[in-house]
């Protein structure tokens, strides 16, 4: 249900044009695949769904298959908000991903309510679901650890209805 509420159709009509990411961004996961880019609101507000797609570019196949993840996050002291699935909301293997096609693939996460205010980094990146160890990054858009891409932010909002409550003394 959070997947069919966040969806918007301009998301899924990419069959119709020529995929072209609203960001780009340069990074390699595994000398096997490229993060060409990715659509994704620039705010939303704390609790709320967060829709992102990104666009992936295999160079080789896959041997194994891999989980994508997708981190509101600062790293080293918590995640506000994630997704965590296979490709293709959890109905595609990365052992299908043929090289030379870009894979689109969409992403719905809902923002921890308890969130302050801010901007977040959001990160992306693959990873080996029976172990958690993540697929190496290389490029300009690696984290400094080597093991996600920093593709960009978001900034966090209070909810709207945050300040009722407080107007009437509630």
């Given amino acids: 249900s959070v997947f069919d509420a966040a969806t918007q159709p301009d998301v899924w009509l990419w069959g119709l044009k020529t995929p072209v990411p609203t960001h780009r961004v340069d990074a390699l996961l595994g000398e096997r695949v490229h993060l060409m880019g990715f659509d994704a609101p620039p705010q939303a507000a704390a609790g709320d769904v967060f829709?992102?797609?990104?666009?992936w570019q295999p160079l080789d196949t896959f041997d194994r298959f891999y989980n994508?993840?997708?981190?509101v996050e600062?790293?080293?002291e918590g995640i506000w908000g994630q997704s965590d699935?296979?490709?293709g909301c959890g109905a595609e293997s990365t052992?299908?991903?043929q090289p030379g096609e870009v894979v689109i693939d969409g992403h719905t996460l809902r923002i921890d309510p308890s969130t302050p205010p801010g901007?977040?980094?959001l990160l992306v990146g693959l990873y080996e679901?029976?172990?958690?160890e993540r697929v190496s990054v290389t490029g300009p858009d690696a984290n400094a650890w080597g093991n996600a891409v920093r593709v960009g932010t978001v900034q966090v909002v209070a909810p709207a209805d945050s300040t009722a409550g407080q107007e009437d003394g509630r």
């Avoid at 994508?68 to 981190?71: A, K, Q």
């Avoid at 679901?129 to 958690?132: L, N």
């Fill in 51 to 55: 829709s992102t797609v990104l666009y």
């Fill in 68 to 71: 994508v993840f997708v981190h």
């Fill in 74 to 76: 600062i790293e080293g």
């Fill in 85 to 87: 699935e296979a490709p």
């Fill in 95 to 97: 052992k299908r991903w």
């Fill in 119 to 121: 901007e977040y980094p």
């Fill in 129 to 132: 679901p029976m172990t958690g």
